[in-house]
């Protein structure tokens, strides 16, 4: 089954007792059960519910694994991964991180025992030299963010295979549209289902994908002894999403490229980071590994004080300013005080995240009327 067709269809069946369509919303708590332990596979909702049944079937088919899992936020799911090591554990993971993640590494988990290492995941090597005898897991994030590094999914897993070790793969950027992770090695993909998968804006979710069924099997019992589900409705609401993914994907990877063209010309621009770009530094992998280039696009401003910045951000009218991304309208975004604030100031400059530098989420507006507001608050620095 073709992508197109597996994200209608994918591990989908019509809802056997009436033949709806779509999967209801089994908004329960509770099921009924003839006889004490006897039930029809549905006992009580934070173990499994119909609706998110339905849902993780899909999940698992979107990335060619055998199992999926839905959690009540992107976060909810790194939970659970770190969740699966133990105390005094090493994981290596990128230099240029979600700050939700790098949050939850350094200010979480770090006091429970585990030690974060990070990387510059642009060359492999990087981390086949920060493997020590306690390292269990290496996270990836690929496309990063906000800097879009890029890194080479199939090298580095195949390290971690070398030293068994576990690899996880953040693929929210990207989506299985683009990469598929679990095909190139990974253990586990990673998902905030609250970007592309659910596409609108309207839902917070995380999502597991695996292809080994112990692994699976660990991961649904912490997913069911910790409890951080996503509920019916959520579920519902991201399955809708999932079926328009291939199309949306499309128009997001042809105004995301548009964007970046844009901007890379522009005299009021230093630097685009886009992997569409053939002098992005990391073009040869992307292109190797991922279908199109999606349509997250970061650029820093040659006037580098806070001030042109906001300028810019404060007079959009068809982007957004807001947190988030991946859904159908266009978003923009201040790294350095909204989503990657919780970094240090002296880690985020090092790593390029300055008052200069703004993120954009290219939706599936029109790309002219996208560029014209670009044009526009550019035109006023």
């Not at 597991?208 to 002894?225: R, W």
């Not at 590994?289 to 001030?307: A, E, H, T, W």
Request: some cysteine; proline content about 4%; overall charge neutral.
């Amino acid at each position: 089954m073709k992508f197109n067709t597996k994200v209608i269809h994918g591990n989908q069946n019509h809802e056997p007792t009436t033949g709806a369509v779509m999967v209801p919303i089994f908004q329960t708590s509770t099921f009924a059960q003839s006889s004490p332990g006897q039930h029809k596979g549905y006992e009580y909702s934070r173990a499994a519910n119909p609706t998110r049944t339905a849902l993780e079937n899909a999940f698992a088919a979107i990335e060619n694994g055998t199992h999926g899992f839905a959690f009540a936020s992107g976060l909810a799911a790194t939970d659970c991964v770190l969740r699966l090591l133990n105390p005094n554990d090493e994981i290596i993971a990128g230099d240029d991180l979600y700050g939700g993640t790098y949050r939850m590494f350094t200010k979480l988990f770090s006091k429970y025992g585990l030690k974060f290492t990070f990387v510059d995941m642009n060359d492999p090597e990087n981390v086949r030299k920060a493997i020590r005898v306690n390292t269990k897991l290496i996270w990836l994030e690929t496309p990063t963010n906000p800097l879009m590094k890029i890194a080479d999914i199939a090298a580095i897993t195949a390290i971690a295979k070398e030293n068994n070790l576990m690899s996880v793969v953040d693929n929210t950027f990207a989506t299985p549209y683009l990469q598929k992770p679990l095909d190139l090695g990974a253990d586990i993909v990673m998902h905030s289902a609250t970007k592309y998968l659910g596409g609108h804006s309207d839902v917070i979710m995380g999502a597991l994908m695996v292809k080994d069924k112990k692994l699976a099997e660990e991961i649904h019992f912490i997913q069911f002894a910790g409890g951080g589900i996503a509920g019916p409705m959520d579920s519902f609401l991201a399955l809708r999403g999932i079926k328009t993914l291939a199309i949306r994907m499309q128009r997001h990877c042809e105004n995301g490229m548009a964007v970046a063209k844009f901007l890379d010309k522009h005299p009021k621009v230093e630097t685009v980071y886009y992997p569409g770009l053939e002098s992005h530094p990391n073009y040869k992998i992307a292109k190797k590994q991922m279908k199109d280039f999606g349509g997250m696009v970061s650029f820093r401003l040659k006037d580098k004080s806070q001030k042109a910045t906001f300028t810019m951000l404060e007079n959009l009218k068809v982007f957004t300013l807001a947190e988030s991304l991946g859904g159908v309208e266009s978003l923009a975004n201040h790294p350095a005080t909204m989503t990657h604030a919780s970094i240090p100031e002296p880690e985020r400059l090092k790593l390029g995240i300055t008052d200069s530098l703004t993120r954009l989420s290219v939706g599936i507006e029109d790309i002219n009327d996208l560029i014209s507001d670009l044009e526009c608050v550019l035109g006023m620095l």
